[in-house]
């Protein structure tokens, strides 16, 4: 479970800024179904929404993430020996480009609090560090400064003891230790590893991951039956294999096997229909399926597994082809004890006001966030719970109008327009 995420010096991000999913405990009387329900995590949110305008660096919080992660996974490996670190510094002040990218995650694994993060440049990795905290008491695992390491837990992170000096300067040390086995190093790579980021506007681009679930039968049920409860009219999917006969299971039909002739050239995830005189139509989801529909589709993988296994998803633009009321109920599967049961967390990007209705009563002022444009250009991240707005404030309008900042100041086009053709 994600406690925090903090950024800097990285794409739109010039200062560090951080985002929260602890309560803000000045907010009194909110609605506890945002809360992690269970044991010791109430002090933690289920979901987190993330406001602002086009350009302003809501999706680059999410690729902040997603490098992260990415480089605790394969920094370590071979095939990463030569190759530069990825980072990108902010590209707007000449001062900022020698000085190392950073990031930090607070997490949680069971009821043990972790803290870890590191600096970078495109060469190397300047500082590393770890601590956890089993007993309330932040105990620190190991710190690395450059080649040097002036702390290795010789108690807690024995593991870590003699890998210095197998840990290239483009690598984290983490990862060197997680590769040669390390117990606690492991455990670590494997929380974070089951931390997942979608991002792109083609849904295409994330619905592997879905497709992967089904081809192994993992979750494979339960995608259906999500597809199926929105409403889209598909009876069933199946995941074709070229020159195959497919057997799919359509739960509405007494006769539980469909079996299709799939043509030796095709490769298409297949929804399957029911016509007015009650055949059964295979139809491919990248051709014939609308794009909300396809979105819908790449959204369920991630979002079952997230759920199945209380993990944490980051969503760009989890709103974009969707209908509102099928955005609600996405995020109403995390609020939700009987859906969300192993505390699950969701963190989304969004331009959807409609979402801050009070009507809805869908997210707490401590759940939501902005991102806006400061005046040399780099990207500010702040809560609404730094405004205290009243507990019925009409936030949608309210951010609509600009009272909290986050929204685009344009110029009227149609002025631009007369000007021009006047």
Not at 140 to 161: A, C, D, H, S, W
Request: glycine letters at 6%; a positive charge.
């Amino acid at each position: 479970m994600l406690v925090s995420f903090t950024v800097g010096n990285y794409r739109s991000f010039k200062e560090p800024v951080t985002l929260s999913m602890e309560v803000e405990p000045r907010l009194q009387g909110l609605e506890k179904s945002n809360l992690l329900s269970r044991g010791d995590y109430k002090h933690l949110l289920n979901a987190a929404a993330i406001y602002g305008p086009n350009a302003s660096g809501k999706s680059n919080l999410i690729k902040a993430v997603r490098f992260m992660l990415n480089f605790v996974i394969h920094s370590a490996k071979d095939a990463q020996q030569d190759e530069p670190i990825d980072v990108e510094p902010f590209l707007l002040d000449s001062g900022m480009a020698a000085k190392p990218s950073e990031f930090e995650i607070v997490f949680l694994i069971g009821k043990v609090e972790y803290t870890y993060g590191f600096k970078a440049t495109k060469e190397k990795v300047i500082e590393e560090w770890l601590y956890y905290c089993p007993r309330k008491r932040k105990t620190v695992l190991f710190k690395r400064k450059g080649k040097k390491y002036p702390t290795i837990n010789k108690t807690q992170f024995r593991e870590g003891l003699g890998l210095p000096s197998r840990t290239r300067p483009n690598a984290l040390f983490l990862s060197t230790v997680a590769q040669w086995n390390g117990k606690e190093a492991g455990k670590i790579f494997s929380a974070l590893k089951n931390i997942r980021t979608l991002q792109g506007y083609d849904p295409l681009s994330f619905s592997h991951v879905t497709t992967e679930f089904m081809e192994e039968k993992k979750y494979a049920d339960k995608i259906k039956e999500f597809i199926q409860k929105l409403d889209l009219n598909i009876k069933d999917i199946v995941i074709e294999t070229k020159g195959v006969m497919l057997k799919g299971i359509d739960s509405t039909s007494s006769d539980a096997t469909l079996h299709l002739s799939i043509p030796e050239e095709s490769n298409h995830i297949r929804t399957i229909h029911q016509s007015p005189d009650g055949s059964r139509v295979p139809l491919k989801m990248d051709i014939h399926e609308s794009h909300g529909t396809q979105k819908l589709f790449a959204l369920a993988g991630p979002i079952i597994e997230a759920l199945a296994n209380g993990t944490t998803i980051f969503i760009d633009e989890i709103d974009s082809r969707l209908h509102p009321s099928l955005t609600i109920e996405l995020l109403k599967m995390f609020q939700k004890d009987k859906s969300n049961k192993k505390n699950s967390q969701i963190i989304f990007t969004t331009h959807d006001s409609n979402l801050l209705s009070h009507r809805v009563k869908l997210l707490r002022r401590d759940q939501i966030w902005f991102t806006e444009k400061k005046s040399n250009e780099s990207t500010d991240l702040y809560s609404l719970a730094e405004f205290g707005p009243r507990k019925d404030e009409a936030l949608d309008l309210n951010y609509l109008r600009g009272k909290y900042g986050a929204v685009p100041f344009i110029n009227e086009l149609a002025t631009m327009i007369e000007k021009k053709h006047g």
